[in-house]
């Protein structure tokens, strides 16, 4: 591959990241427009899912202008915003913040439905990804490959999970709601084979590498001021190549996961707010499905 193939890669997270904001501004569009439509619980929720998905939305797109491989101290740009220490930084913040919102939505389901199961899975999320992030700082600054194996596992362990108690309320739960549980739960299992299958294993074969080639390893100061100063550019796709999957996903689809989150707390209570003897007709409904942000009408009444 030459570095032509890279420059493509990078453009495609860069044409992501500017969709996904947009896709973002439309969502925090429609909390605004419905607030006065919303029982105040459920604006509540709205409003903390839309800003735990921007912190998330904006993180990303940060992270796609400036790519970074944290442990081989690999960059596209050399500019201080290439920074692995502010980079990996974003991506804390940016993870802690995703998680929030599966385990906030699990648990106002569990509450709803009485799932008290479900209940403490939400509480377990948060927790373990905040295990997973020391980890990976560990990884970071030392440049040993083992903290990344340990993050991956528990990002893997969080994900089941989340699965878990999304297919616990399946059973309980009912149209859009129920719709969106069975999608994000199929989503959910094909991200933990995608984890078991690529992203432990890979993390695993570096760590073997390193123990194969033995070299020394950083300490606490001293990795967190090579982390902060030392950048390698490079356009090499043999560098960047155990990077691309996972990127590309993280930057595409879990932030579109996001989004829907923020979407689908509105749909929800507009859907039970709906009087039952009017229901839209068939087509209607399949045209609401596919687009989760469509507005009210004019005004933000219904029409």
């Not at 903390?48 to 998330?56: D, E, K, T």
């Not at 990804?129 to 970071?140: H, R, T």
């Not at 893997?156 to 549980?181: F, K, Y």
């Not at 839209?280 to 989760?292: E, K, T």
């Amino acid at each position: 591959m030459t570095s032509f193939n890279v420059t493509e890669w990078w453009q495609f997270l860069c044409a992501a990241a500017c969709c996904n904001m947009v896709f973002w501004t439309l969502a925090a569009a429609a909390v605004r427009q419905r607030r006065s439509h919303l029982p105040a619980d459920i604006y509540a929720l709205s409003r903390s899912q839309l800003l735990l998905s921007g912190i998330y939305v904006f993180g990303c797109a940060y992270r796609s202008a400036f790519p970074l491989y944290d442990v081989g101290r690999i960059a596209l740009f050399d500019s201080s915003l290439s920074s692995i220490v502010l980079g990996r930084s974003v991506a804390t913040l940016a993870e802690l913040s995703f998680v929030a919102q599966w385990a906030l939505m699990l648990h106002h389901c569990a509450v709803k439905s009485g799932k008290s199961t479900v209940r403490v899975i939400a509480l377990t999320l948060v927790p373990l990804i905040a295990l997973a992030e020391l980890s990976c700082w560990y990884a970071v600054i030392t440049t040993a490959n083992l903290g990344q194996v340990f993050e991956a596992i528990l990002w893997t362990v969080t994900g089941t999970l989340a699965v878990i108690g999304m297919w616990l309320l399946v059973p309980v739960s009912d149209g859009l709601q129920r719709r969106m549980l069975l999608t994000w739960g199929i989503a959910g299992a094909a991200y933990v084979v995608f984890m078991c299958c690529y992203d432990v294993p890979m993390y695993w074969a570096r760590w073997m590498s390193d123990q194969a080639h033995p070299r020394q390893f950083l300490g606490l100061i001293q990795g967190l001021l090579d982390a902060a100063q030392r950048r390698v550019v490079s356009y090499r796709w043999s560098d960047w190549r155990g990077e691309i999957a996972w990127m590309s996903l993280y930057f595409s689809v879990a932030v579109w996961a996001s989004i829907s989150l923020v979407s689908v707390s509105i749909r929800e209570t507009r859907a039970a707010l709906a009087p039952k003897a009017i229901r839209p007709a068939a087509p209607r409904q399949a045209l609401r499905w596919l687009l989760p942000l469509r507005p009210f009408g004019r005004g933000g009444k219904r029409r």
